[in-house]
């Protein structure tokens, strides 16, 4: 699945990721009131407003980029409604040929680990039937278990062809009150970093592994190390825009080839009609906001990373 | 939340938790027959059989247990209606008086953790309506985002009287290749164990924090250390029985009050009519099985813990 994920971020040149991470609040209030109208301030009506919230983005957009990138939270919370809107919302982007990152940090004890798997990037056998559960085509995995925990994803991905991504270094404040803590001198992160180059030499594509890292842009420093510590590792990158992350700390994460990375924006692109400088598009042109912002991310990561 | 459940544990003398972990495998043949006989051999029919399932066990041992303890993994794997069946789980115990831990171990970044925090021990704000989605009593939660991505779920417990468990040392084979790692002489684990006490002195009940850990049985001297590293933290103890923790490993992670552990057993009790010992049952006597397991589990410990 690797290989599918460079090529489409080849032929676009742009390493790029929109994170459909739809809070009530970023979803317009024409489009709220419709879905509540017809199914009531429910969970229903909540799931049927993010999922037509998302339509209205992946239709402005799926020309332009490669991947989006759900993240499953912001459906879970609003339940069993939710997460059919997260599972419709896979299928949609799918349907446009966006590739899937399923954003689920699931990471447990072997066999439950290999369930979360089966569930999301593989096929369950019920009786003498298989069937693919979610089905996106990547998920991002929590590596604190162990090589147990994650072993199970790397299996599922190879018998299935799909991909993960393995949290190394996240973008948040506190990301380091754990993960930079020093082992003989070297943080955990780097551990990490060391265990998910080796987990991906299990399953390679032609140019780059199967077995992802998730490392944050608001960390660029840390993601040089990494990045020469995980020479064939794709680095997903949260953290550029909302977070702080820009465009020139981008470059680190990114080999000479110009490959290696993609950079996901989730609020600076779904809620873009939200800034000033979208402003005009308003509510209604929402999506139309989320291209133009698409465009923008495009240009300044072409430009900060030298592409 | 932790004082109603250290209330049951208290009346029943019973530091136990059943994981309702129903891999299909589990389910005697004459339900899975029924389910796939109505449904077809599709998700819907393997999620109607596994809550049949543990609708039958809960039936059976709600009475001798103060609570269950779901694996959401094991309904995810069956995508939507599976995670239907989670929740229909969930309710039905509820509805029999036990204490639901949500084992979920979701966690990422801030206002990610609170969507899962809201999602399943909260409340949803839709329009003007607040609705909880999932409602179990207590979820499992991942700290390797550190205190960011779990002060969210302390915040949601504050607000609906819930509570977790935080993963500090787990029960699986290389938990400590990350886990263990020492920090200028100090494991991780501890570090995360003196964490958890930390943000447990946020939210207190009578005698112990809302905020409680996982460590495994089959870690029993690090269970001591951790034990007298968070005194006033439940913990949640997987690993015994099927995973390897007998009873005499347990007494370490209980404190001087008899209190401060709970102990968890799902294979060992879910699918005790496959172990010789409880053959006599049968499959179509799979829940007295899990009934006899349960009581050999409690008086197993009340003689290894000295309850």
Redo the contacts between chains.
């Keep these: 699945m690797i290989n599918t994920l460079v090529e489409k971020i080849k032929k676009l040149n742009a390493p790029i990721v929109v994170g459909l991470?739809p809070?009530?609040q970023f979803v317009p209030e024409f489009i709220?009131k419709k879905a509540?109208e017809e199914y009531g301030?429910?969970?229903e009506?909540?799931a049927h407003a993010i999922l037509e919230f998302n339509k209205g983005i992946i239709d402005t957009t799926y020309d332009l980029i490669p991947a989006v990138k759900p993240?499953i939270?912001?459906y879970?919370?609003?339940?069993?409604p939710?997460?059919?809107a997260f599972?419709e919302t896979v299928d949609y982007a799918k349907s446009k040929g966006l590739v899937v990152i399923g954003d689920i940090?699931?990471?447990?004890?072997?066999?439950?680990?290999e369930?979360?798997a089966?569930?999301?990037i593989g096929k369950?056998?019920?009786?003498?039937?298989s069937?693919a559960?979610?089905d996106e085509d990547f998920v991002t995995v929590?590596?604190?278990?162990?090589?147990?925990?994650v072993k199970p994803f790397v299996d599922v991905c190879k018998e299935n062809d799909k991909g993960i991504f393995v949290?190394v270094k996240?973008?948040?404040?506190?990301?380091?009150?754990?993960?930079d803590?020093?082992?003989?001198g070297t943080p955990?992160y780097e551990?990490?970093g060391k265990?998910v180059a080796k987990w991906g030499e299990d399953f390679m594509g032609d140019e780059y592994s199967n077995v992802g890292a998730v490392v944050g842009a608001t960390y660029p420093e840390m993601g040089k190390i990494l990045r020469n510590i995980m020479p064939k590792t794709y680095i997903l990158v949260p953290g550029y825009g909302a977070q702080g992350g820009t465009a020139k700390d981008l470059k680190p994460f990114f080999n000479e080839d110009g490959l290696g990375a993609i950079v996901n924006s989730s609020r600076g692109i779904i809620a873009a009609y939200k800034q000033e400088q979208y402003a005009q598009f308003g509510e209604e042109g929402y999506a139309d906001a989320s291209r133009a912002a698409v465009e923008f991310m495009i240009k300044d990561i072409r430009e900060g990373v030298g592409l």
Tied chains: 1, 2.
């Design positions: 991470d809070k009530l709220q509540f301030e429910t969970l009506g909540a993240q939270a912001m879970e919370q609003f339940g069993i939710g997460l059919k599972k940090k699931r990471g447990d004890i072997g066999s439950t680990s369930a979360y089966v569930g999301h369950v056998k019920i009786g003498s039937q069937i559960p979610f929590n590596p604190y278990l162990g090589t147990d925990g949290l996240t973008s948040n404040p506190s990301s380091g009150e754990f993960q803590q020093k082992i003989d955990l551990l990490v265990q």
